[in-house]
Structures are given as structure tokens and as C-alpha cells.
């Protein structure tokens, strides 16, 4: 048992940190702001910046423009930017896309693919639910049909973070309606350029557009930009939100670090009803209890990195840090407006206007982290069926 | 990073696992609940002979000079196997001669504890005191070469089978000199009165009174005066070690849970195909997930000589209420049959309030992780 970092890990961290004192993440413009995940903004310009550095594809093979470094060595320089709340969420969740092909794309595809990825170039959306397919993504019922040298794609999806923006979509699709639900799902790389592609932003209760649908009219996509087999798209799919659960939410103790810290900083220096907020009791257990979380936190999730790392399988393990970082971030957004009071409404121009505009759009967003990317309640199932071995319903 | 045991940690872990098995059947923890003594001399002597009472003792005094995760290992499973007697009790007053104790001192007892010759006891919290060691009453005021103890400890652990008491006092000198200092002190003096405890968990807890009693100032643990020192890195590891009895508590009131569901059937089916008993299960493992890696953090930190006590507090909040929330749990879904005597979920489930309490409960931890975040 060793809970420190290696001597690589501790010196790509300091790189990290070095670079993110010598050019601010918080000056990279972007498009969508910082949401509370733990991962930052998206931002175009500053996932270029990092394509550049080398750090996009850290654990990716060398021929295809990685570093060929570690897992744990990613997970670092993630963790490090989140400490500096950096916009990651424009490259994180192409991330898994990104996985999907090391693992199953054909080497024209890795070749065309992962470069321009490591680089920053093309960003990705991930489109698997639609209206009737949320939690059950067996209905899929989008329909790619083969034509020729190209599949036909029909369909609506919705929820895809960032599609209104990115270059490139990883499609779920049904190829063959005949086939029992789970056998007859194939998976596509789509480019948002083409022809009958139509993506419209949807805006969310807290005001903020990172989510989108995408309607699919007669869109032609060839057949070297099937990914994996044809029929054979959902373990595919399982694989990569096994990932895409981790890398969405590894990052929670990290990027909420800040919270805690500037809630702190608040409670020390304020007042309400004559009375010093540090000497409220409650609130004093309260914020011990939110920063003992964010440890808990911090454990599971290096659990499920240290897995990873060995090329382990974390398919309860992510569930258990998605689950626990979703609602920790709910009573961290909770908490900070118990913390600021009633004046936590008004959008004033005081030295804590920027706080309390953070804390109301946090309680706002954080409903919706415990829904995207798959339901508390879906991913509370994956532990009592994959973790503990109970039989299925 | 590694989160994984060494193979001879497994193989300790093995060895305790199936020993408490064959050695510490249910039936006997109950038994020993009721019993007036709570332990059988079998028991321990066989534990004694497996080397457990001197896990952490140098090799020069006889032990096996594991290190604290060592310990902590073979505390989980003591946890898990829910054994009685005052092994852990014992374990913190060779824990304080380890670390403050004089060469003397250490030569003069860990030889015999390590043997399992010696049992030992920590008596810190009073009537009306828990662990907020500046509050502590209980006197010792120097005469001639000799400390006069005068006082009352409440909730010391097996006091009744304690050789020695690592005693927490408010010491006075002739010079004036004032502090909290640690005492050894002889569990059978005749001037110590014991009254035991009707207690949850059926663990043997004293209320103890010092009359008067005397003790050789070569019994002081470390320097005297400076035991608030002592006392703080004590209660921290008491804390980290308590934790690693919950985490194995928990994971056998999980164990029992996940085995019952699966049996269980109700509608035609086992229950645990139900989704609101499988969110309960997996609101279990989640915070025993939780409390595992917070523990093992402090753990290995403890174990590794690194600042401990923040994570120690962490911890042991966090542990003291998830092994509650995994119990609650475990008894819903085990729904009437876990609610009798002769179930082995009530020994979890009554432990889990005795071990919150033990070294400070939640809220008494968050208080200080409150001034560690700068508040």
C-alpha cells in the first residue's frame, strides 16, 4: 500500500502546475463555462494549447501522436489542471471516443483519428440517447441503413454535450431491427459537416447551452467510419462510458477545492443576523463534513485510476465514483448557499458577486449531474448487479 | 500509487480470517456478551501463540515488529469477526509504551505483552468528559516519590482483566509544575474500585475510581507534563485503529446482507432482485467503499511516520457515521429475522454505536477537520 505518486508522476505534475502558472487557464476564452463537474470550461483554445504540450493523449500509443505514458500519468496532469479549474471539458469527453478507437478502430481509422485528436484539432460529441432512449439505450431507435459503401443514418439524439460545437459525433445506431434489441446496434464516427445534420443547442434551467439534439435526415456516412463491427455496438458503447463515467467525474475533489476554499474564506469574513458565520456551529460541522467528502472522493477515485492504470476493469468502481462525486456536488452547491444566505439571489457588484453567481448557477446545473451520463439510480444498479453480484430483476 | 496489500499482509489477513472462523464462532461472541469476564483464556492464549499481542513489539522485545498497516490488517478482520475481549484495549496501551514509553519501561513490559502474559487498558474520558483532553479532572499530585491519583475514569475498557492502566491525569509537582501526563499504572492496586458497565454491545466497560492510589514517578510515560502531546498522537491512532475494526464490521454486516437478499424470496423471486433492496446494497458498499480508502489513507500515513491526525479525524468521522448507515441498511433489508437476539447482524449493528463513540465521535472529529480547513 502506497498512497504517494511516483517520481514521473510528481514531475508531469509540476510541469502541469508550472504551465498553468505561466499562462492562466483562466484566460483561454470558452465557450461553455466551467459547470461544476470538476473539469473546467470547454474551451477550444485552451484544448489547442494542450494539444500542443503534448497533453491530450498522454496514455496513447506514440505512432498515433500519444506520449505512451501512463494512465495514472493522465489522470495526474487531469487532476493538476482541475486544481486550476482549466477548461478540460472540450477534450475529456472525446476522451473515451478516443478509447473506443484505440481499442476497436481499424488502423486507417486510428491513423486518420488520433493524431489530429492529440493535437486538439477535432473535438467530439458522444450521441447515444434519444427521446426514447435514456436510461434504456436498448430502444435505440436511430436506423443506419446500409447503401451501397455507406450506411444511411435517420434519427434523432439527444443530450450530446457540446455537439453544437464539436467536429465529429460517435453515433449509436441500429443496423439490424430483426436482431434481438442488444445484437443489432452498431456504432459511427460522424462528421458534423455532413449533409442532413442538424444540431440545435438546448438551454438548460441554469441558462447555460452544453447540451444539444442532433436530427440525422438521410445522412451518408461510409463505411470505413463504421467503428468496431457491424451489430457489435454496445459492448462497445459499455466500454466507453465505463471511461466516460470515470473521466467525467474523476476530477470532482479537485476541481471543488476551490469551492471549499473560497466558502472558507467567505464564512471567516462575514457576518449575518450580528452574529460571525465562524462561529456558527452547524455551519462549522458543515463545511468539515463537505471537505472529509471531497477526500472520500479524492480515494475513490484514485481506486479507480490505480485500476485503470492496470488495465483493470472498473465497471462498478466508476459507478461508485460517479455516484458519490454527482451527489457531492450536489450538497457542496446546497451548502454554499446555506453558507451565503438569502443574498446569494441578488446579482450585486460586491466582492462576492462572483460567489454567489457561481453558487446559484451551481445548484441550478447540479441537478443535472446525477442524470447525465447515466441516472444515480442506473448506475446504483450497476453496483448491486456488477459489484455485489445480485441477480437481475 | 498502490492500494493493494503485500502478500504477507494477505497472508496475515488469511491466517486471522480463518482462525476467528474456527476459534470465534458466533455462538461464543454471544455468549461472551453475557459472560462476566467477556473473553475466554483459550481464546487469547491461542491468539497469544499466533503472535497477535506482539504484532507491533520490536523483535528485540519478543515481537513480530509488523508495522501499523500490519495491524490495521488484522484489526478488520477482529472487526469483521466481531471478537470479543480486550485485545484492542490492550493493543492502545502497548501502542503508548511503544511510542513514549522509556527504554526501561519498554524493556520491562513489552517482552510480556508480546507473550500475552500482560493485558493492558487506556482509561482517558470521565463523567462528563469524552476526549477533549484539556477538560480532564482526574489528579495526580506528587508526594515525595510518588503520585497520588485521584479521580474518576468512565467507559475504560476491560479494566477488570487490566494488568496495567495507561492512565491520562492532570499532574501537579511539588515545584509547580503543571500538565496532562500519562501514568502506568497497577490494574490491581487495591485502591482502584471498579463497577462494570451494562453497555449496547455487551463489551466490558468500567466506570473506574482512583482512591488515593500511588504510583512511582518512573511510571510517568514519556516527560511528564507534555502527555497532551502524548495523548493527542494516542487518540489518533486509537481513532485510525477503531476505524479498521468498523471497515471490517461493515463489510460482514455487507457480507450478510448481500448473502440474505440473494436467498430471500418474496414474489416469487429473491428479494435482492428488487431495485429499492438493490439501491440499499448499493448505498452500502458505497460508503463502505468510502470508509475503507479514508481509512487506509490515515493508515498508511500513521504507518509510514507522515502527519496523521488530520486524516486520522477524517477517518474516523466519516467511519463512525457510514458504518451507522451501512448497519440501518443491512437490518432493513434483512427486515424481522435480523431484529433476534440470535442473529449475528445485532452484534454489528450494536458495535457500530460503541465503536462511533470510541475516540471521539463524528461531530467531535469535524470540529477539529473544521479548524484544519481554516476555520
Given at each position: 500500500m502506497d498512497f504517494r505518486f511516483s517520481d514521473e508522476e510528481e514531475k508531469l505534475r509540476a510541469e502541469v502546475r508550472d504551465f498553468c502558472e505561466k499562462e492562466p487557464p483562466e484566460t483561454f476564452p470558452c465557450e461553455i463555462e466551467d459547470e461544476g463537474y470538476g473539469f473546467g470550461g470547454w474551451s477550444r483554445a485552451f484544448t489547442k494549447r494542450l494539444g500542443e504540450k503534448g497533453w491530450l493523449a498522454i496514455a496513447w500509443p506514440k505512432e498515433y501522436g500519444g506520449l505512451g505514458r501512463t494512465i495514472m500519468e493522465r489522470y495526474v496532469a487531469a487532476e493538476e489542471?482541475?486544481?486550476h479549474r482549466a477548461p478540460q471539458y472540450g477534450h475529456l469527453f472525446g476522451d473515451?471516443?478516443?478509447a473506443g478507437i484505440v481499442t476497436y478502430g481499424t488502423e486507417e481509422q486510428k491513423k486518420e483519428f488520433l493524431p489530429q485528436m492529440a493535437r486538439g484539432d477535432i473535438?467530439?460529441?458522444?450521441?447515444?440517447s434519444e427521446p426514447g432512449a435514456g436510461s434504456d439505450m436498448l430502444n435505440t431507435a436511430t436506423r443506419a441503413v446500409k447503401d451501397g459503401d455507406d450506411y444511411v443514418l435517420n434519427g434523432q439524439k439527444i443530450w450530446p454535450t457540446g455537439a453544437h460545437l464539436a467536429d465529429w459525433c460517435l453515433i449509436l445506431a441500429r443496423t439490424d431491427p430483426d436482431a434481438p434489441k442488444a445484437r443489432g446496434l452498431s456504432t459511427f464516427l460522424i462528421d458534423m459537416r455532413s449533409p442532413g445534420v442538424v444540431v440545435n443547442p438546448i438551454i438548460d434551467m441554469a441558462g447555460a447551452e452544453s447540451f444539444?439534439?442532433?436530427f440525422l435526415e438521410d445522412v451518408r456516412v461510409p463505411k470505413r467510419l463504421l467503428l468496431g463491427q457491424e451489430n457489435r455496438g454496445l459492448p462497445l458503447v459499455f466500454g466507453c462510458l465505463e471511461?466516460?463515467?470515470?473521466?467525467?467525474?474523476?476530477?470532482?475533489?479537485?476541481?471543488s477545492k476551490k469551492d471549499l476554499e473560497e466558502l472558507v474564506e467567505y464564512i471567516n469574513q462575514s457576518s449575518y443576523d450580528g452574529r460571525r458565520l465562524k462561529d456558527d456551529q452547524v455551519l462549522r460541522d458543515t463545511l468539515a463534513e463537505i471537505a472529509i467528502e471531497l477526500e472520500v472522493s479524492r480515494m475513490l477515485n484514485y481506486k479507480a485510476a490505480w485500476l485503470l492504470n492496470q488495465g483493470a476493469s472498473i465497471s462498478w468502481e466508476s459507478s461508485v465514483v460517479k455516484v458519490f462525486a454527482d451527489e457531492l456536488g450536489q450538497r457542496i452547491a446546497h451548502v454554499g448557499l446555506q453558507v451565503l444566505g438569502p443574498e446569494a439571489q441578488i446579482r450585486d457588484n460586491s466582492r462576492w458577486a462572483r460567489l454567489r453567481k457561481r453558487f446559484t448557477f451551481l445548484y441550478n446545473f447540479n441537478r443535472g449531474l446525477s442524470l447525465a451520463g447515466g441516472t444515480s439510480e442506473i448506475q446504483r444498479n450497476t453496483i448491486a448487479l456488477r459489484g455485489l453480484g445480485l441477480p437481475r430483476s | 500509487m498502490d492500494f493493494s496489500f503485500s502478500e504477507e499482509q494477505e497472508m496475515l489477513r488469511k491466517i486471522a480470517r480463518d482462525f476467528l472462523a474456527t476459534e470465534c464462532p458466533k455462538d461464543l461472541v454471544r455468549q461472551m456478551a453475557r459472560d462476566e469476564k467477556g473473553f475466554t483464556d483459550d481464546l487469547w492464549n491461542k491468539m497469544a501463540e499466533l503472535g497477535w499481542m506482539g504484532l507491533p513489539v520490536p523483535e528485540k522485545y519478543g515481537g513480530i515488529e509488523g508495522s501499523f498497516l500490519d495491524v490495521v490488517v488484522l484489526l478488520e478482520e477482529m472487526g469483521r469477526g466481531a471478537?470479543?475481549?480486550?485485545?484492542?484495549s490492550s493493543l492502545l496501551g502497548t501502542l503508548a509504551v511503544l511510542h513514549f514509553g522509556s527504554d526501561r519501561q519498554k524493556e520491562d513490559l513489552l517482552p510480556k505483552i508480546a507473550r500475552g502474559d500482560l493485558v493492558l487498558t487506556v482509561a482517558i474520558s470521565e463523567p462528563g468528559v469524552g476526549y477533549q483532553t484539556s477538560?480532564?479532572?482526574?489528579?495526580a499530585v506528587a508526594d515525595g516519590s510518588d503520585y497520588v491519583i485521584n479521580g474518576t475514569k468512565l467507559l475504560v475498557e476491560n479494566a477488570h482483566v487490566a494488568d496495567v492502566v495507561v492512565c491520562a491525569v492532570r499532574t501537579r509537582d511539588a515545584s509547580g509544575g503543571q500538565g496532562t501526563s500519562l501514568l502506568l499504572v497497577d490494574g490491581k492496586d487495591p485502591s482502584i474500585s471498579l463497577t462494570p458497565l451494562e453497555t449496547i454491545a455487551g463489551d466490558k466497560q468500567f466506570h473506574v475510581n482512583f482512591n488515593g492510589v500511588r504510583a512511582p514517578q518512573s511510571s510517568v510515560l514519556g516527560e511528564v507534563n507534555k502527555g497532551h502531546e502524548y495523548l493527542e498522537e494516542l487518540l489518533a491512532l486509537g481513532a485510525v485503529a477503531k476505524c479498521a475494526e468498523m471497515v471490517g464490521a461493515a463489510q460482514a454486516a455487507m457480507d450478510l446482507t448481500t448473502d440474505y437478499v440473494k436467498e430471500r424470496v418474496q414474489f416469487d423471486h429473491p428479494i435482492g432482485s428488487l431495485q429499492s433492496i438493490q439501491h440499499h446494497?448499493?448505498?452500502?458498499?458505497?460508503?463502505?467503499?468510502?470508509?475503507?480508502?479514508i481509512t487506509y489513507l490515515a493508515a498508511w500515513k500513521a504507518s509510514e511516520g507522515l502527519p496523521f491526525r488530520k486524516e486520522a479525524a477524517m477517518a474516523k468521522a466519516w467511519a463512525s457515521d457510514a458504518c451507522i448507515r451501512i448497519t440501518n441498511l443491512a437490518h432493513q433489508c434483512h427486515g424481522a429475522i435480523g431484529f433476534c437476539e440470535d442473529h449475528d447482524l445485532p452484534l454489528y449493528s450494536k458495535r457500530a454505536k460503541a465503536s462511533e463513540w470510541a475516540f471521539g465521535g463524528a461531530r467531535f472529529h469535524r470540529q477539529f477537520v473544521a479548524q484544519e480547513i481554516g476555520l
Open positions: 489542471l482541475a486544481y473515451a471516443v478516443g473535438l467530439w460529441a458522444t450521441g447515444l444539444a439534439e442532433i471511461g466516460d463515467r470515470f473521466w467525467g467525474r474523476c476530477l470532482r475533489h479537485a476541481g | 471478537l470479543p475481549g480486550p485485545f484492542f477538560a480532564l479532572q482526574c489528579e446494497c448499493a448505498n452500502m458498499k458505497i460508503d463502505l467503499e468510502g470508509m475503507r480508502y
